[in-house]
């Protein structure tokens, strides 16, 4: 008679502890939460809207020379470094929007020649430093201060007016290029191939389909 309340009391425990660690509703949330740490970590994105719609010209990689160029005139000549984002039609150059493409400080910006206006940032790629150029940009509109963090989609600031300094007589376009290593690169031309693995494909980096 008194081994049944003693079973029956065994058998509450057991269950108790049985219980305790089968916890399926805290796996799943804490598997919920690293594969949403995972997305957070997929830190890049397009620096403008439609971006996959606004490579028509220059793309990552192109030899361009005053002959062949899809922009004419051309003063270039060389391997292009970076991708070029064109205006969609109706567009005007200060009612677009550049935005961060990736996580980091923003290191640079300024005045170039062969761009107008010129800011950079210093994110990471795979775990290796990297800085990422956004070139022909109105700079008064760069008010993002120096060594300030930028997170992916912040505003940079706006492309700049074709033809103009804010251009440097370009036609209005984001020149976007992601070059190896933490130090400021401006080349947007390169005359070897062995040159351009200094850079990365930006086109690759942000999965853009053209
Ligand atoms: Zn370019």
């Known amino acids: 008679m008194r081994l049944r309340p003693t079973l029956f009391g065994l058998c509450l425990i057991l269950t108790a502890c049985g219980s305790v ?52 005139p051309e003063k270039f000549k060389g391997y292009h470094t970076g991708t070029d984002f064109e205006l969609l039609p109706g567009e005007t150059p200060h009612a677009v929007t550049v935005r961060a493409a990736c996580a980091g400080k923003l290191i640079y910006k300024q005045t170039v020649s062969g761009y107008g206006g010129v800011a950079i940032q210093r994110c990471t790629l795979n775990g290796s430093p990297v800085t990422v150029l956004y070139g022909h940009l109105s700079l008064t509109s760069v008010d993002t201060p120096l060594n300030q963090d930028l997170k992916p989609d912040d505003r940079i600031g706006v492309l700049g007016t074709g033809f103009s300094s804010e251009t440097d007589g370009e036609r209005p376009h984001l020149h976007f290029a992601i070059h190896h290593g933490a130090q400021v690169e401006l080349k947007g031309y390169v005359q070897t191939k062995e040159e351009l693995d200094g850079w990365v494909d930006a086109e690759t980096v942000l999965g853009l389909s053209l």
């Open 21 to 72: 660690p089968t916890t399926p509703a805290t796996q799943h949330s804490s598997a919920g939460s690293q594969s949403s740490q995972i997305a957070k970590q997929k830190t890049w994105v397009a620096p403008i809207d439609r971006a996959d719609e606004r490579v028509t010209k220059k793309p990552f990689g192109i030899f361009i020379t005053p002959q062949n160029s899809p922009v004419q």
